[in-house]
T-cell receptor
């Protein structure tokens, strides 16, 4: 079974440009999460999808970030326009929660974004 | 915002048990204790979780004190590949709660 896959693994863009990150969750996982780690900081939650709906987007830093999950399958995270402080590693995770049961979240390898 | 306290770093000799402590004195009755680790340049990896009872799986054991204010992750026979940052996270049970990562413990396993 394929794990969570993220594309690209690395991206270097200039300030002001647009970048789109993609995440393919594990098949059948309704929950999809975006996290990021900026240099020297802790891993921070950005956003949570349940199928195609945004369950919690309290961690999104500002309106330059747009996340979508059309059809409840893969998700994209677009940064437009990118700023220097957006540099970091963006992680995607997916999980399959069954009511009150706890199941673990599986993380992808991350996309390392560098804005120059 | 993390509700856990962990030592910043620990050392362990290869083949020995690694015991990683975590304090979560403000844990609520419906919060689970989760452990994840992040090996360099990889995404976080789930290890184990528990509510009250001690838990064991193929990777590790989790010992939770009776008052649930602290726990210990045990890697019974640490290998070099266990060198990673280990995160202890408390998370509300069920549904849609997310993970709040703190600074974690950097475990260095040496030959």
């Amino acid at each position: 079974e394929a794990g969570v896959t993220q594309f690209p693994s690395h991206s270097v863009i200039e300030k002001g440009q647009t970048v789109t990150l993609r995440c393919d969750p594990i098949s059948g996982h309704d929950n999809l999460y975006w996290y990021r780690r900026v240099m020297g900081k802790e891993i921070k939650f950005l956003l949570h999808f349940v199928k195609e709906s945004k369950q919690d987007e309290s961690g999104m830093p500002n309106n330059r970030f747009l996340a979508e999950r059309t059809g409840g399958t893969y998700s994209t995270l677009k940064v437009q326009p990118a700023e220097l402080e957006d540099s970091g590693v963006y992680f995607c995770a997916s999980s399959q929660d069954f009511g009150t049961m706890n199941t673990e979240a599986f993380f992808g390898q991350g996309t390392r974004l560098t804005v120059v | 915002d993390a509700k856990t306290t962990q030592p910043p770093s620990m050392d362990c000799a290869e083949g020995r048990a690694a015991n990683l402590p975590c304090n979560h004195s403000t844990i609520s009755g419906n919060e689970y204790v989760y452990w994840y680790r992040q090996i360099h340049s990889q995404g976080p990896q789930y290890i184990i979780h528990g509510l009250k009872n001690n838990e064991t799986n193929e990777m590790a054991s989790l010992i939770i004190t009776e008052d649930r204010k602290s726990s210990t992750l045990i890697l019974p026979h640490a290998t070099l590949r266990d060198t990673a940052v280990y995160y202890c996270i408390v998370r509300v049970g069920g549904g849609y709660s997310t993970l709040t990562f703190g600074k974690g413990t950097m475990l260095l396993v040496s030959p």
